[in-house]
Protein backbone atom coordinates (compact mmCIF):
# COMPACT_ATOMS: atom_id res chain seq x y z
CA UNK A 1 0.00 0.00 0.00
CA UNK A 2 1.49 3.17 -1.09
CA UNK A 3 1.62 6.45 0.91
CA UNK A 4 0.76 10.18 -0.08
CA UNK A 5 0.14 13.49 1.06
CA UNK A 6 -1.51 16.69 -0.31
CA UNK A 7 -1.52 20.76 0.14
CA UNK A 8 -3.46 23.44 -0.40
CA UNK A 9 -3.41 27.35 0.94
CA UNK A 10 -0.99 30.00 0.82
CA UNK A 11 2.43 28.92 -1.03
CA UNK A 12 4.85 27.17 1.29
CA UNK A 13 8.31 25.05 1.00
CA UNK A 14 6.80 21.91 0.16
CA UNK A 15 9.88 20.20 2.82
CA UNK A 16 7.76 22.21 5.59
CA UNK A 17 5.12 18.87 4.88
CA UNK A 18 7.11 16.56 2.23
CA UNK A 19 10.81 15.84 4.33
CA UNK A 20 10.57 18.04 7.50
CA UNK A 21 8.07 16.34 9.90
CA UNK A 22 9.12 13.43 12.73
CA UNK A 23 6.83 10.97 10.31
CA UNK A 24 7.07 12.64 6.86
CA UNK A 25 6.74 11.34 3.91
CA UNK A 26 10.15 10.34 3.52
CA UNK A 27 10.16 8.86 6.85
CA UNK A 28 6.99 6.64 5.70
CA UNK A 29 8.95 5.28 2.53
CA UNK A 30 10.57 3.45 5.39
CA UNK A 31 8.51 3.26 8.32
CA UNK A 32 5.07 3.63 7.22
CA UNK A 33 2.62 2.76 10.52
CA UNK A 34 -0.90 2.60 8.52
CA UNK A 35 -0.37 0.94 5.06
CA UNK A 36 -1.84 -2.40 5.89
CA UNK A 37 -2.50 -4.59 3.02
CA UNK A 38 -5.47 -6.67 2.34
CA UNK A 39 -4.62 -9.47 4.80
CA UNK A 40 -4.19 -6.77 7.52
CA UNK A 41 -0.56 -7.23 7.94
CA UNK A 42 1.76 -4.34 7.72
CA UNK A 43 4.07 -2.88 4.66
CA UNK A 44 5.95 -0.63 6.28
CA UNK A 45 8.39 -0.02 3.36
CA UNK A 46 7.06 1.94 0.01
CA UNK A 47 10.40 2.00 -1.54
CA UNK A 48 9.12 1.31 -5.31
CA UNK A 49 9.16 5.21 -6.46
CA UNK A 50 8.06 8.34 -5.11
CA UNK A 51 7.15 11.90 -6.91
CA UNK A 52 6.75 15.24 -6.01
CA UNK A 53 3.91 17.71 -7.72
CA UNK A 54 2.88 21.19 -7.45
CA UNK A 55 1.16 23.99 -8.67
CA UNK A 56 2.52 27.80 -8.82
CA UNK A 57 2.21 30.77 -11.05
CA UNK A 58 1.72 28.46 -14.26
CA UNK A 59 -1.24 26.29 -15.64
CA UNK A 60 0.31 23.32 -15.39
CA UNK A 61 1.54 21.40 -12.88
CA UNK A 62 5.59 20.37 -12.37
CA UNK A 63 6.63 17.09 -11.55
CA UNK A 64 9.35 15.41 -10.78
CA UNK A 65 9.46 11.34 -9.70
CA UNK A 66 12.14 8.52 -9.96
CA UNK A 67 11.66 4.53 -9.62
CA UNK A 68 13.82 5.29 -6.66
CA UNK A 69 13.39 4.96 -3.00
CA UNK A 70 12.24 8.51 -1.72
CA UNK A 71 14.89 7.82 1.02
CA UNK A 72 17.87 7.15 -1.55
CA UNK A 73 17.27 9.99 -3.66
CA UNK A 74 18.88 13.54 -2.69
CA UNK A 75 17.12 15.52 -4.96
CA UNK A 76 13.62 15.15 -2.74
CA UNK A 77 15.72 17.34 -0.45
CA UNK A 78 17.08 19.76 -2.51
CA UNK A 79 14.07 20.32 -4.58
CA UNK A 80 11.23 20.42 -1.66
CA UNK A 81 13.52 23.01 0.37
CA UNK A 82 13.57 25.23 -2.53
CA UNK A 83 9.90 24.99 -3.79
CA UNK A 84 7.40 27.51 -2.15
CA UNK A 85 4.00 25.95 -3.56
CA UNK A 86 -0.22 26.55 -2.93
CA UNK A 87 -0.89 23.36 -4.21
CA UNK A 88 1.45 20.18 -4.27
CA UNK A 89 1.01 16.42 -3.33
CA UNK A 90 3.65 13.49 -3.01
CA UNK A 91 3.68 9.94 -3.20
CA UNK A 92 5.82 6.73 -2.05
CA UNK A 93 5.10 3.86 -3.76
CA UNK A 94 4.77 0.02 -2.61
CA UNK A 95 4.05 -1.65 -6.36
CA UNK A 96 1.29 -3.91 -6.59
CA UNK A 97 0.54 -4.04 -10.06
CA UNK A 98 3.75 -2.69 -12.95
CA UNK A 99 6.99 -2.80 -12.74
CA UNK A 100 9.32 -0.53 -10.40
CA UNK A 101 10.13 2.26 -13.28
CA UNK A 102 9.81 5.87 -13.42
CA UNK A 103 6.00 5.65 -15.81
CA UNK A 104 4.75 4.06 -12.83
CA UNK A 105 5.59 6.08 -10.12
CA UNK A 106 2.33 8.52 -9.17
CA UNK A 107 1.64 11.91 -9.26
CA UNK A 108 0.23 10.99 -12.99
CA UNK A 109 -0.05 14.04 -14.66
CA UNK A 110 -2.40 15.24 -17.52
CA UNK A 111 -2.53 19.38 -19.14
CA UNK A 112 -3.42 21.14 -15.91
CA UNK A 113 -4.25 18.16 -14.04
CA UNK A 114 -2.22 15.53 -10.98
CA UNK A 115 -3.69 12.52 -9.82
CA UNK A 116 -2.21 9.93 -6.94
CA UNK A 117 -3.66 6.87 -5.72
CA UNK A 118 -3.15 4.47 -2.84
CA UNK A 119 -5.35 1.35 -2.71
CA UNK A 120 -5.39 -1.70 -5.51
CA UNK A 121 -7.97 -3.21 -8.48
CA UNK A 122 -7.73 -6.74 -7.49
CA UNK A 123 -7.86 -8.88 -10.80
CA UNK A 124 -6.58 -6.02 -12.85
CA UNK A 125 -4.80 -8.32 -15.39
CA UNK A 126 -7.64 -10.23 -16.08
CA UNK A 127 -9.95 -6.63 -16.70
CA UNK A 128 -7.16 -4.58 -17.95
CA UNK A 129 -7.59 -4.81 -21.98
CA UNK A 130 -11.62 -4.28 -21.22
CA UNK A 131 -10.76 -0.92 -19.07
CA UNK A 132 -8.45 0.33 -21.87
CA UNK A 133 -10.94 -0.35 -24.20
CA UNK A 134 -12.94 2.13 -22.73
CA UNK A 135 -10.37 4.84 -22.78
CA UNK A 136 -10.41 7.92 -25.09
CA UNK A 137 -8.31 7.81 -27.99
CA UNK A 138 -6.15 10.65 -26.37
CA UNK A 139 -5.76 8.77 -23.27
CA UNK A 140 -5.65 5.43 -24.39
CA UNK A 141 -2.21 7.13 -26.63
CA UNK A 142 -1.35 8.67 -23.63
CA UNK A 143 -0.97 5.50 -21.65
CA UNK A 144 2.86 5.12 -20.20
CA UNK A 145 2.71 2.87 -17.50
CA UNK A 146 0.99 -0.80 -16.53
CA UNK A 147 -0.28 0.34 -13.21
CA UNK A 148 -3.98 0.03 -12.48
CA UNK A 149 -3.93 3.15 -10.67
CA UNK A 150 -2.83 5.38 -14.48
CA UNK A 151 -5.62 3.22 -15.79
CA UNK A 152 -8.26 4.54 -13.06
CA UNK A 153 -7.11 8.39 -13.75
CA UNK A 154 -7.18 8.02 -17.83
CA UNK A 155 -10.86 6.52 -17.47
CA UNK A 156 -12.04 9.04 -15.18
CA UNK A 157 -10.19 11.46 -17.78
CA UNK A 158 -12.21 9.65 -20.72
CA UNK A 159 -15.62 10.08 -18.85
CA UNK A 160 -15.20 13.50 -18.47
CA UNK A 161 -13.19 14.34 -15.48
CA UNK A 162 -12.19 17.86 -16.27
CA UNK A 163 -16.12 19.06 -16.36
CA UNK A 164 -17.69 17.24 -13.62
CA UNK A 165 -14.77 15.72 -11.68
CA UNK A 166 -17.45 13.77 -8.98
CA UNK A 167 -19.37 12.12 -11.67
CA UNK A 168 -16.26 11.34 -13.69
CA UNK A 169 -15.05 9.17 -10.55
CA UNK A 170 -18.05 7.69 -10.21
CA UNK A 171 -18.96 6.38 -13.27
CA UNK A 172 -15.34 5.25 -13.22
CA UNK A 173 -15.44 3.13 -10.23
CA UNK A 174 -18.91 1.92 -11.41
CA UNK A 175 -17.32 1.01 -14.96
CA UNK A 176 -14.75 -1.29 -12.79
CA UNK A 177 -17.31 -2.80 -11.29
CA UNK A 178 -19.62 -3.50 -13.92
CA UNK A 179 -15.93 -5.55 -15.67
CA UNK A 180 -15.61 -7.32 -12.66
CA UNK A 181 -18.86 -8.72 -13.02
CA UNK A 182 -19.11 -9.16 -16.21
CA UNK A 183 -15.93 -11.74 -15.79
CA UNK A 184 -17.88 -13.43 -12.52
CA UNK A 185 -14.91 -11.78 -10.38
CA UNK A 186 -15.07 -11.06 -7.20
CA UNK A 187 -15.39 -6.78 -7.07
CA UNK A 188 -12.38 -5.80 -4.57
CA UNK A 189 -11.34 -2.19 -5.64
CA UNK A 190 -9.37 0.19 -2.94
CA UNK A 191 -9.33 3.79 -3.71
CA UNK A 192 -7.55 6.31 -1.67
CA UNK A 193 -6.66 8.94 -4.40
CA UNK A 194 -6.17 12.77 -4.30
CA UNK A 195 -6.49 14.97 -7.72
CA UNK A 196 -6.28 18.55 -8.62
CA UNK A 197 -7.17 20.78 -11.50
CA UNK A 198 -4.70 23.08 -10.00
CA UNK A 199 -8.05 25.68 -8.38
CA UNK A 200 -8.98 23.01 -6.17
CA UNK A 201 -8.13 19.54 -4.19
CA UNK A 202 -10.00 16.82 -4.46
CA UNK A 203 -9.95 13.42 -2.42
CA UNK A 204 -11.86 9.87 -2.80
CA UNK A 205 -12.22 7.23 -0.10
CA UNK A 206 -14.01 4.49 -1.35
CA UNK A 207 -13.14 0.24 -0.61
CA UNK A 208 -15.66 -2.65 -1.58
CA UNK A 209 -13.80 -4.53 1.36
CA UNK A 210 -13.92 -4.18 4.87
CA UNK A 211 -10.73 -2.57 4.95
CA UNK A 212 -10.51 1.04 3.67
CA UNK A 213 -7.09 2.61 3.15
CA UNK A 214 -6.70 5.62 5.75
CA UNK A 215 -7.16 9.31 5.02
CA UNK A 216 -6.71 11.67 7.32
CA UNK A 217 -6.76 15.73 6.89
CA UNK A 218 -6.30 18.87 9.35
CA UNK A 219 -6.87 22.56 9.22
CA UNK A 220 -5.11 22.99 12.18
CA UNK A 221 -2.28 25.62 12.06
CA UNK A 222 0.15 23.80 14.84
CA UNK A 223 -0.39 20.05 12.78
CA UNK A 224 3.03 20.37 12.23
CA UNK A 225 4.09 21.62 15.57
CA UNK A 226 6.50 18.72 16.63
CA UNK A 227 9.26 19.47 13.77
CA UNK A 228 12.25 20.01 15.89
CA UNK A 229 12.86 23.81 16.65
CA UNK A 230 10.46 24.83 14.38
CA UNK A 231 7.72 27.30 14.59
CA UNK A 232 6.39 26.39 11.29
CA UNK A 233 2.82 26.48 11.57
CA UNK A 234 0.61 26.51 7.95
CA UNK A 235 -1.52 29.28 6.59
CA UNK A 236 -4.78 29.68 8.49
CA UNK A 237 -6.21 28.90 5.58
CA UNK A 238 -4.03 26.08 4.42
CA UNK A 239 -5.24 22.33 4.23
CA UNK A 240 -3.39 19.08 4.30
CA UNK A 241 -4.27 15.82 3.60
CA UNK A 242 -2.62 12.29 4.00
CA UNK A 243 -2.71 8.74 3.91
CA UNK A 244 -1.50 8.68 7.67
CA UNK A 245 -0.43 11.56 10.02
CA UNK A 246 2.70 13.42 9.35
CA UNK A 247 3.46 14.09 13.34
CA UNK A 248 3.37 11.86 16.90
CA UNK A 249 -0.17 14.10 17.23
CA UNK A 250 -3.28 12.17 16.06
CA UNK A 251 -5.82 14.58 17.70
CA UNK A 252 -4.69 17.11 15.53
CA UNK A 253 -6.21 15.16 11.91
CA UNK A 254 -10.13 14.27 11.17
CA UNK A 255 -10.16 10.61 9.42
CA UNK A 256 -11.93 11.39 6.01
CA UNK A 257 -15.30 9.39 5.92
CA UNK A 258 -15.48 6.16 3.92
CA UNK A 259 -16.98 6.38 0.73
CA UNK A 260 -16.40 9.83 0.62
CA UNK A 261 -15.67 12.54 -2.40
CA UNK A 262 -14.13 15.90 -1.04
CA UNK A 263 -13.45 19.39 -2.56
CA UNK A 264 -11.42 21.64 -0.80
CA UNK A 265 -10.50 24.79 -1.99
CA UNK A 266 -10.48 28.58 0.30
CA UNK A 267 -9.66 26.62 3.35
CA UNK A 268 -13.03 24.58 3.63
CA UNK A 269 -13.22 20.78 3.66
CA UNK A 270 -16.75 19.88 1.59
CA UNK A 271 -17.63 16.22 1.75
CA UNK A 272 -19.71 14.32 0.00
CA UNK A 273 -20.88 10.79 -0.41
CA UNK A 274 -19.90 9.07 -3.04
CA UNK A 275 -23.15 7.68 -5.37
CA UNK A 276 -22.08 4.35 -6.45
Known sequence: MCRWIAYIGKPIYMDTIITQPSSSLVCQSFNSKMAFKPDGSLLATNGDGFGVGWYNEKFEAGLFKDAEPAWANENITELCSHIKARIFMAHVRAASTGAVQRSN??????????????????????????????????????????????????????????????????????????????????????????????????????????????????????????IVDSKNLIPHDGVVVVSEPIDHYNNRWKEMPNDSFAVIADNKVDIDRLEI
Open 105 to 226: AHPFKYKNWLFQHNGFVNHFDIIRRDLHLQLSDEQYNLLKGTTDSETLFRLALSFGLEKDVKKAIEKMIAFVKKTCEKHQLNVELSLSCALSDGNALYTIRHSTTKRQNSQFYSTKEDCLQD
